[in-house]
């Protein structure tokens, strides 16, 4: 069964820090991943997806890199802005479905 | 853009009452999924469509029914609501991975539904 971990749990940084968001996952025969933002009461908005046979993909200030034979992936923020806060949730998937992590919540402070 | 609602933002109901939420979804998605999210659990899947008519049972099923007599709709049923039933329910739709590597199987979210049972 698919386990996917998140770290860090919660990450508060000033804004216009770089920073790193960490996925990992046991079962390494996915067909993609993708990231995803909540905020608070909401639902998710996808960020960006990854195939199995991508490296990596970005989206503006979003980078998101995957090695799925080291059952790892992440995203990388550039400059991060207060828009910036909120829960960011991986999820790799096997067929047809996603298994999620716990999230990463993120606080930017002005 | 896909556009996937969800019925109502915030539902409040009672112990033992049969609750109906809906989902829609406007870019003729093969699959369809409902997930609860719960503090300190994540996402987890309770039931998924990958056509009208067919449904599989996620991770939690139990206490959950669903419904997919369109395409563009799938129901999630309480059918008899209990307090650890309250959550948010969120439905999600992606086309299907059988429709070939284009796909990626890419899902969209709704809004979210959160139930209070009392």
């Known amino acids: 069964k698919q386990e996917v971990t998140q770290i860090p749990a919660a990450l508060s940084v000033p804004e216009g820090e770089n920073l790193v968001l960490n996925c990992s996952f046991t079962?390494?025969?996915?067909?993609?991943l993708q990231w995803f933002r909540q905020d608070p009461g909401k639902g998710l908005t996808s960020l960006l997806l990854i195939q199995s046979s991508q490296r990596e993909q970005t989206s503006g200030r979003l980078n998101a890199s995957l090695d799925k034979s080291s059952g790892r992936s992440t995203l990388y923020i550039a400059a991060s802005q207060p828009g910036d806060s909120a829960t960011y949730l991986c999820?790799?998937?096997?067929?047809?479905?996603?298994?999620f992590g716990t999230g990463t919540r993120l606080l930017v402070s002005p | 853009d896909v556009k996937v609602t969800q019925s109502s933002r915030y539902l409040v109901k009672r112990t033992g009452e049969k609750v109906f939420l809906e989902c829609v979804q406007d870019m003729d998605h093969e699959n369809m999924f409902w997930y609860r999210q719960d503090p300190g659990l994540g996402l987890r899947l309770i039931y998924f469509s990958y056509d009208v008519k067919m449904k599989e049972k996620g991770d939690i099923p139990e206490g959950y029914s669903v419904s997919r007599e369109k395409k563009e709709r799938f129901s999630l049923i309480l059918e008899s609501a209990s307090t650890n039933q309250t959550s948010m329910y969120l439905c999600?739709?992606?086309?299907?991975?059988?429709?070939?590597?284009?796909?990626?199987?890419?899902?969209?979210f709704g809004p979210g539904t959160r139930l209070t049972v009392l």
């Open positions: 079962d390494s025969a996915i067909y993609n």
């Open positions: 999820a790799p998937t096997g067929f047809q479905k996603l298994v």
């Open positions: 999600a739709s992606s086309l299907s991975q059988l429709a070939g590597p284009s796909s990626y199987n890419e899902q969209f």
